[in-house]
Nanobody, 119 residues
Framework: QVQLVESGGGLVQAGGSLRLSCAAS????????SGWYRQAPGKQRELVAQ????????????NYADSVKGRFTISTDNAKNTMYLQMNSLEPDDTAVYYC????????WGKGTLVTVSS
């Protein structure tokens, strides 16, 4: 059974930083495509950052939404089977519920963690 648990959200002032974590069970991040998504009030869920597995030799291809390039970094700790999203230079428009998602046959999602950026 796949379970994803996000943590690390909170309230931060514009310009600040947060690091989100996604602890997983039932899957191994290094073997699948995974990513961080967000959904702001009244908007659709959007991809923020993705980590694509191309197999052991190609693991680690990253993709970012244009709005977060240069500010956010996706990474994993394979020993802890945990995925992270380091978010720097946060802006009020980054306010959203952030979800960890993986593609393991079908999509799986965590319950999300709220990030609120005040101006």
């Amino acid at each position: 059974q796949v379970q994803l648990v996000e943590s690390g959200g909170g309230l931060v002032q514009a310009g600040g930083s947060l690091r989100l974590s996604c602890a997983a069970s039932g899957i191994i991040f290094s073997r699948i495509t995974s990513g961080w998504y967000r959904q702001a009030p009244g908007k659709q869920r959007e991809l923020v950052a993705q980590l694509t597995s191309g197999g052991p030799a190609n693991y680690g291809t990253t993709n970012y939404a244009d709005s977060v390039k240069g500010r956010f970094t996706i990474s994993t700790d394979n020993a802890k089977n945990t995925m992270y999203l380091q978010m720097n230079s946060l802006e009020p428009d980054d306010t959203a519920v952030y979800y960890c998602g993986v593609l393991y046959g079908v999509p799986y999602w965590g319950k999300g963690t709220l990030v609120t950026v005040s101006s």
